[in-house]
């Protein structure tokens, strides 16, 4: 007996590429209909194909509403246009992890990549991304000899690409650097972070859930593993768990409340305030924006949030953005993300994200002045 051939997700109607979209950005059908002015039976209706979506007007404003490119839509297979300047140094970055038996000109010692490594880190956390992406390709073919900064610097390589929208070959990053980091359980557990980070973004948060809990066991630093504590918890509620996401985030309180010490050695900018952070995020991957913008303002009000980094603090506010928005509040979304822009512009221009967040902020009705340039200097006005 011949099996039927099953479609591959480019193959599917338009209608049910809606239906898997609007499942991923964990929203009902009435909450998708209600932002788009229509009716549940509506976009019922378009889900299972009885009505067909013959107006790009209308393809168009949903995409809008699910954060996407048309495209994304029409046909999956079409690539999506570059939203971000410097993709000639993506490029570079994935030549350079394609050079599997590279040896570079120059032998660097373990000291010099070293210090390379430290100053990656501190580029990558004040956010000048596109001189990070400048220097990585000379940093990974450098680091090869030398297993620690190696792992590194892939886990910063797979933390900038995730940013900039290139979550495949963030993951392909992290896994180099699970790999380097075998024998060594805090290096491993470092790893496992960025990788945990690429699946989320990848939309895989099931396999993030369970490679992040695998690691928790074997780290020893309690910084890391309430850093995977937490990166097991944002999974957790991408599957939809609160309860899970609840509990494991107790855990990381736990740990966060011993960690006194503003040293942070592995990078992880692991806290109480961390922990703030990620119970906004949770509830916002939950679809509680109430309590996410709770949660929010309760964190940034702490002493210890301008002791973050730049990067996360910024990356932060467009999240936090994102969650006023969709409490109805454009005001203050457009508020937060300007002053996201203050803090790291990079973070809010080069990130996919943040600049489709600005152009929706910028639709929703007349833009206060700060949004409105950051829309111009983004080049997304009409």
Same mark, same amino acid.
């Given at each position: 007996?011949?099996?039927?051939?099953?479609?591959?997700?480019?193959?599917?109607?338009?209608?049910?590429?809606?239906?898997?979209?609007?499942?991923? %950005?964990?929203?009902?059908?009435?909450?998708?209909?209600?932002?788009?002015?229509?009716?549940?039976?509506? +976009?019922?209706?378009?889900?299972?194909?009885?009505?067909?979506?013959?107006?790009?007007?209308? +393809?168009?404003?949903?995409?809008?509403?699910?954060?996407?490119?048309?495209?994304?839509?029409?046909?999956?297979?079409?690539?999506?246009?570059?939203?971000?300047?410097?993709?000639?140094?993506?490029?570079?970055? %994935?030549?350079?992890?394609?050079?599997?038996?590279?040896?570079?000109?120059?032998?660097?010692?373990? @000291?010099?990549?070293? %210090?390379?490594?430290?100053?990656?880190?501190?580029?990558?956390?004040?956010?000048?991304?596109?001189?990070?992406?400048?220097?990585?390709?000379?940093?990974?073919?450098?680091?090869?000899?030398?297993? /620690?900064?190696?792992?590194?610097?892939?886990?910063?390589? *797979?933390?900038?690409?995730?940013?900039? /929208?290139?979550? @495949?070959?963030?993951?392909?990053?992290?896994?180099?650097?699970?790999?380097?980091?075998?024998? @060594?359980?805090?290096?491993? /557990?470092?790893?496992?972070?960025?990788?945990?980070?690429?699946?989320?973004?990848?939309?895989?948060?099931?396999?993030?859930?369970?490679?992040? +809990?695998?690691?928790?066991?074997?780290? *020893?630093?309690?910084?890391? %593993?309430?850093?995977?504590?937490?990166?097991?918890?944002?999974?957790?509620?991408?599957?939809?768990?609160?309860?899970?996401?609840?509990?494991?985030? @107790?855990?990381?309180?736990?740990?966060?409340?011993?960690?006194?010490?503003?040293?942070?050695?592995?990078?992880?900018?692991?806290?109480?305030?961390?922990?703030?952070?990620?119970?906004?995020?949770?509830?916002?991957?939950?679809?509680?924006?109430?309590?996410?913008?709770?949660?929010?303002?309760?964190?940034?009000?702490?002493?210890?949030?301008?002791?973050?980094?730049?990067?996360?603090?910024?990356?932060?506010?467009?999240?936090?953005?994102?969650?006023?928005?969709?409490? /109805?509040?454009?005001?203050?979304?457009?508020?937060?993300?300007?002053?996201?822009?203050?803090?790291?512009?990079?973070?809010?221009?080069?990130?996919?994200?943040?600049?489709?967040?600005?152009?929706?902020?910028?639709?929703?009705?007349?833009?206060?002045?700060?949004?409105?340039?950051?829309?111009?200097?983004?080049?997304?006005?009409?």
């Amino acid at each position: 007996m011949t099996r039927p051939v099953l479609p591959d997700a480019d193959e599917l109607p338009i209608g049910r590429r809606v239906a898997r979209w609007r499942v991923r %950005r964990r929203m009902t059908q009435q909450m998708l209909a209600d932002r788009l002015g229509k009716s549940k039976s509506w +976009v019922d209706k378009v889900e299972r194909g009885v009505r067909s979506l013959d107006r790009y007007s209308t +393809v168009q404003e949903i995409a809008e509403v699910l954060r996407l490119d048309p495209a994304a839509l029409l046909d999956p297979r079409r690539p999506l246009p570059a939203v971000t300047v410097g993709l000639d140094g993506v490029d570079a970055v %994935r030549a350079a992890l394609a050079r599997y038996h590279h040896r570079p000109a120059r032998t660097v010692s373990p @000291d010099e990549v070293q %210090r390379h490594v430290a100053h990656a880190w501190l580029t990558y956390q004040h956010a000048h991304y596109t001189q990070l992406l400048r220097a990585l390709p000379t940093l990974l073919d450098a680091a090869h000899a030398t297993p /620690g900064p190696l792992v590194s610097a892939y886990r910063i390589t *797979a933390s900038v690409l995730v940013k900039l /929208g290139e979550a @495949d070959l963030g993951w392909l990053a992290a896994d180099r650097a699970v790999a380097a980091a075998v024998g @060594d359980p805090v290096r491993a /557990g470092t790893a496992t972070i960025a990788a945990a980070q690429a699946l989320r973004a990848l939309g895989r948060d099931r396999l993030a859930l369970t490679a992040a +809990v695998a690691a928790i066991g074997t780290a *020893a630093d309690d910084a890391v %593993r309430g850093t995977l504590f937490l990166q097991a918890a944002l999974a957790a509620a991408g599957c939809g768990d609160g309860r899970r996401a609840d509990h494991l985030i @107790d855990h990381a309180t736990v740990l966060a409340d011993r960690c006194t010490s503003d040293d942070d050695p592995h990078h992880t900018a692991f806290g109480p305030v961390a922990v703030l952070l990620a119970r906004f995020l949770t509830a916002q991957r939950l679809g509680d924006t109430a309590e996410a913008v709770y949660r929010h303002e309760k964190a940034i009000g702490r002493d210890d949030w301008r002791r973050l980094p730049v990067e996360h603090r910024a990356a932060h506010l467009v999240d936090a953005a994102r969650a006023y928005l969709d409490a /109805g509040d454009p005001t203050a979304a457009g508020r937060t993300l300007v002053d996201a822009d203050a803090i790291a512009p990079a973070e809010v221009r080069y990130r996919p994200a943040a600049r489709t967040l600005v152009a929706e902020i910028a639709r929703s009705g007349p833009p206060a002045a700060g949004v409105a340039r950051l829309a111009t200097t983004l080049g997304l006005t009409r």
